[in-house]
């Protein structure tokens, strides 16, 4: 039976909360760090796949990202990929340095977004020996063309964030609008999402559903699929046709230069972070190739 303790640890600037889970039996355990979609907190679903994992006999860390739910760090809530890249850097480190985890048998899931920054991780972190990305959201400036209106549409958001961007440097005031809303012309997704608007989902009083302007350019600039032939890891991606952009997976994974597999399921992108049998698809999947690709020394 896996337990879970509440962790913190550095994250460079600032402190950042995590849960651990172990599993149960004795000796060090692989570990693996995991984290969900943009915007995110931990409960939403990074902390369902950890305790998930280390019931299958993996150590397994979720925490919030630096500005978000129980971490420090300022501005709050600003999806900035570089610095989610560092705060999983610091993750790694912490986890590598628990009594309970094997620090040579480490690896990464990444749900949604955290795909991009698991793997932006990992191309420079030996550390990570292996990379479980599902329902992975990779895109580069071409995909971004087609999600967000075509050139004028990204045009549009890029000018919004200079000029959210420039108020918050001589103010200090971040300009936020909805993360999700199907009222709110301006929301990152402007629809009405049951995931995010459900309390008994991922509508959670720790999510405050905001998403700061500001942050469009580094969201729209960070090229993710770029990231595939640099990562020598094995790497296993479980998808869906109904799921976000399974164009963007099918190139990143074509660009793999390693081990790889590639395992389509069925459900929509949402699914995937609270359903069965996706999610316990998703998890027996990753237990199977972390324990392939992370045996003993």
Known sequence: MASQEKVEFSGGDSALTGNLFLPGGTGPAPGIVVAGTWTSVKE??????????ADRGFAALSFDF???????????DYEAPELKVRDIHHAVTFLAGHSAVDATRLGALG????????SGN????????SLALVAPWLHDPEIC??????EEGVAGKLAEAARARTEYEAT??????????????RAAMPFDIDFYLNPGRGGLAQWP????????REWLEYDSISLAPRL????????????AIPDGARRFYAALPGPKEFLWIEGDQFAFYDQDPQVTTAVNAAAAHFTRTLPPE
């Open 172 to 185: 200090g005031v971040v300009e936020y609008v909805p993360v999700v809303s199907g009222s709110h012309l």
């Open 66 to 76: 630096t500005g978000y739910g129980e971490s420090e760090g300022e501005p709050r």
């Open 145 to 150: 063309r087609e999600v967000y209106g075509g």
């Open 209 to 216: 559903n905001r998403f700061a302007v500001m942050e469009w």
């Open 44 to 53: 939403q679903m990074a902390d369902r796949y950890a305790e998930r994992l």
């Open 122 to 129: 990992a191309v420079d972190d030996p550390r990570v020996r």
């Open 111 to 118: 749900v949604c977004a955290a795909a991009m920054y698991m």
């Open 232 to 243: 020598t890891q094995p790497v296993l991606l479980v998808h869906s046709e109904d799921a």
